[in-house]
């Protein structure tokens, strides 16, 4: 049983930058996809960006490509989401997942394991 646990989240300007770290224990994190999701309220959960078990193969959605940047150690169980120009519509609750699967899914019931989520708010 994997779990995780987010932080960094927080209020932050327009064109401000955030950094949300995810800590795993309980997994061979090292196999495992990790990604961000984000919900904002009363809209459904969406992908925000994958990262494959190696670190080798990033995926984002369109509308943070060029702001945001994931990363994976593998020696400290973490990924990481640096998200820089940050808009107003980013705002949202940002939870972190794991997937053992072969491929980057982004259908949030495809993610076996979450973390319980952290808010983000960019004030215009």
């Known amino acids: 049983q994997v779990q995780l646990v987010e932080s960094g989240g927080g209020l932050v300007q327009a064109g401000g930058s955030l950094r949300l770290s995810c800590e795993a224990s309980?997994?061979?994190?090292?196999?495992?996809?990790m990604g961000w999701f984000r919900q904002a309220p009363g809209q459904e959960r969406e992908f925000v960006a994958a990262i494959s078990w190696s670190g080798r193969r990033t995926d984002y959605t369109d509308s943070v490509k060029g702001r945001f940047t994931i990363s994976k150690d593998n020696t400290k169980n973490t990924v990481d989401l640096q998200m820089n120009s940050l808009k107003p519509e980013d705002t949202a609750v940002y939870y972190c997942a794991a997937s053992r699967g072969d491929y980057i899914n982004y259908d949030p019931s495809r993610w076996a394991y979450w973390g319980q989520g952290t808010q983000v708010t960019v004030s215009s």
């Open positions: 309980g997994g061979s994190f090292s196999t495992y996809i």
